[in-house]
């Protein structure tokens, strides 16, 4: 399985999958209010990410293509590391893979990488090879609940600085 | 120099420490929209450069990076010790006790759970900063104590008894309706630290006039009677600088105002009324009182019987008159302290005038 990249793709994340405007014509974080509904957790906690980027629609764009950029590399390391059978390199990489999803609050992710972090940790390393695909899965969920949707580019060309 | 200081206490400096990029990045964009001045370093080796610099008493840092660790970081700034103290945040992942406690012996001071919420680390820098002018403001005060004590010719009971009996005065005028919104805990706590810098203008009074033993001509009178400017405007320069810093601004009312007079005969402004500074007031009867009761060389201990008749005939003219009544009402606990710190004043070689004998209109 290879690492969906969405870099490429200079519209991405769309800044709309981040925020919304409701029916009094306030920004709102989406996500929250169909919380309730949504059978499946968001990929992204957009409100603690916008939180965390004090309501900076602009700014966790650019922290989610930064993620984006490491991404590959951690999972790459990841899957060296099991190759090499060194538990202790696996469980550092996932720690690290788990503080920066959680610092971009993508819940999912933060949480299988936690689950390779405690095998690691306990060396119950061949679990962790169909943890990583769960990773790569997780992830083609958010590049895609990120994706631009069709008529995004006005939009973006309304931003300043859009990106 | 003093665009220098003024730039010190513009925005406080906070040092963020982390080996990951994106985390460094949210942290910076947060504590930059709080209001902080950011300066990143991107792991313990780094950091402690920048500490080395003296310039950065607010230090978050991630917990686990690698070759120094947050925890190594927190052990080199401890290890540092000479300076003003360092207020380290580290940032974990890592719950438990086993963990804090760690963190604690190794010198960190708050802990910050991973992924940081930007509301919680605003209050930790909070608490921080209070410490850190906590520390300033103590350092501060004891020295210009220790420089207005070497100037102070009493014996150094004189100014703990003042700072006595300016408590006990603010927590019974605290009482009353009229005061009860001027003055609070805070109020009272700073007039205790700030009262024994009264004279610190003395510093500033030559020696052949502040060292004359006997009487002191009218001109020499005149000079003695500068240490309320001087020490008042001293401070007032302090306290410009350092707008926020109340405890400089109080201590400068107090040392250029604790020779008015409440029906405006006093100097060096000749201020009257409620014009004189709440604290000013307050310290004028506490240094009245403690100079009628003490043995001076110009004049014996008057009994507190005597004393207090003194600033009773002094009231609405020499005093506050609602400072009086206050002094009246817990009068006994004047007594208690001028018993409890009572030195052995008739080791006083000699004294000035300065504190002149009171009742006179001067
Ligand atoms: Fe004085």
């Known amino acids: ?163 | 120099m003093v665009n220098s200081m003024q730039n010190l206490s513009h925005k406080t400096r906070v040092l963020v420490v982390d080996d990951d990029e994106l985390s460094l990045e949210m942290l910076e964009n947060t504590l930059l929209q709080g209001g902080y001045d950011v300066t990143v370093a991107h792991n313990g080796r780094e950091a402690m450069e920048y500490v080395r610099t003296g310039q950065f008493h607010l230090v978050v840092s991630d917990w686990e990076m690698p070759e120094m660790s947050g925890l190594d970081l927190c052990r080199s700034i401890r290890e540092r010790g000479r300076s003003r103290y360092i207020y380290v945040i580290l940032l974990t992942s890592r719950a438990g006790t086993n963990n804090v406690v760690e963190g604690l012996s190794a010198g960190a001071d708050e802990f910050l759970t991973k992924p940081f919420d930007p509301q919680e680390l605003f209050v930790r820098l909070r608490v921080g900063e209070r410490i850190l002018s906590l520390e300033s403001r103590d350092i501060t005060i004891f020295t210009l104590a220790k420089l207005a004590e070497s100037r102070d010719l009493e014996t150094g009971t004189h100014l703990e008894r003042m700072r006595e009996y300016c408590r006990i005065l603010s927590e019974q005028l605290a009482g009353k309706a009229k005061f009860k919104h001027e003055i609070d805990g805070e109020f009272i706590d700073l007039i205790y630290l700030t009262s024994p810098l009264h004279d610190i203008g003395k510093v500033g009074v030559p020696d052949r006039v502040l060292l004359k033993p006997g009487r002191l001509d009218d001109e020499e009178m005149a000079i003695i009677r500068q240490h309320a400017a001087i020490g008042g405007r001293t401070l007032d320069a302090a306290a410009t600088v350092h707008p926020d810093a109340d405890y400089l601004q109080m201590a400068r009312d107090i040392a250029w105002f604790h020779h008015e007079r409440f029906d405006g005969k006093g100097y060096p402004k000749g201020l009257s009324g409620e014009d004189i500074p709440l604290t000013a007031r307050i310290v004028a009867l506490a240094d009245v009182y403690d100079a009628l009761t003490m043995q001076r060389v110009y004049k014996p201990a008057f009994s507190h019987e005597a004393s207090r008749e003194i600033i009773i005939e002094g009231r609405g003219t020499q005093f506050d008159p609602d400072i009086v009544d206050a002094f009246l009402e817990c009068e006994d606990r004047f007594v208690d302290v001028r018993q409890r710190l009572d030195s052995d004043e008739s080791a006083t070689t000699f004294a000035t005038l300065c504190d002149e004998p009171v009742g006179s209109a001067s």
């Open chain 1, 1 to 163: 399985m290879s690492v969906e990249q969405p870099l490429d793709n200079p519209a991405w994340p769309d800044v709309r999958r981040l925020v919304a405007i409701d029916a009094e014509g306030g920004v709102r974080p989406t996500g929250i209010s169909s919380r309730s509904e949504a059978v499946v957790e968001p990929p992204i906690d957009t409100e603690g990410l916008l939180r965390r980027c004090m309501g900076n629609v602009d700014f966790a764009a650019r922290v989610l293509r930064r993620f984006a950029g490491q991404f590959g590399g951690d999972v790459d390391q990841l899957r060296t590391s099991l190759n090499d059978t060194d538990a202790g390199a696996v469980a550092r990489i996932a720690h690290r893979l788990k503080g920066t999803s959680a610092n971009v609050s993508a819940v999912r992710l933060q949480a299988i990488a936690k689950e390779i972090e405690d095998l690691a940790a306990v060396e119950k390393l061949s679990q962790v090879s169909s943890r990583i695909d769960e990773l790569l899965d997780a992830w083609s969920q958010l590049v895609a609940s990120m994706a631009p949707s069709e008529g995004q580019s006005a939009f973006h060309q309304l931003r300043p600085n859009g990106k």
